[in-house]
Nanobody, 125 residues
Framework: VQLQAFGGGLVQPGGSLRLSCAAS????????MGWFRQAPGKEREFVAA????????YYKDDVKGRFTISSDNARTTVYLQMNDLKPEDTAVYYC???????????????????WGQGTLVTVSS
């Protein structure tokens, strides 16, 4: 599986961006597809994920109500709509897939098998 993330850029505080992640290759019925981010000098952290086949959505607490994860019907592209962006959202955002989906590990960076190349989001005035 190959993942390609895009959609990052420079946005002012309070603005919006929509990230996309396209997956190519075969995927099983059960998997997690998630977004993570890594700010300068910090560890990579969970942002949001979709759990298939249930389609459940999961979020980091401080992005709830501002970020929305979604997918196309073919489950080959996952989106992250980010609204009301804050300077602390500045980071490189990565999409990733976990093919051994255990719910308790959904937020765990180490659980994900495949990663996209990352796209930079900068929130600044």
């Amino acid at each position: 599986v190959q993942l390609q993330a895009f959609g990052g850029g420079l946005v002012q505080p309070g603005g919006s961006l929509r990230l996309s992640c396209a997956a190519s290759g075969r995927t099983p019925q059960n998997y997690h597809m998630g977004w993570f981010r890594q700010a300068p000098g910090k560890e990579r952290e969970f942002v949001a994920a979709i759990r298939w086949p249930s389609g459940g959505h999961y979020y980091k607490d401080d992005v709830k109500g501002r970020f929305t994860i979604s997918s196309d019907n073919a489950r080959t592209t996952v989106y992250l709509q980010m609204n009301d962006l804050k300077p602390e959202d500045t980071a490189v955002y990565y999409c990733a897939v976990d093919f051994r989906p255990i719910l308790s590990s959904l937020r765990n960076v180490a659980s994900y098998d495949y990663w996209g190349q990352g796209t930079l989001v900068t929130v600044s005035s």
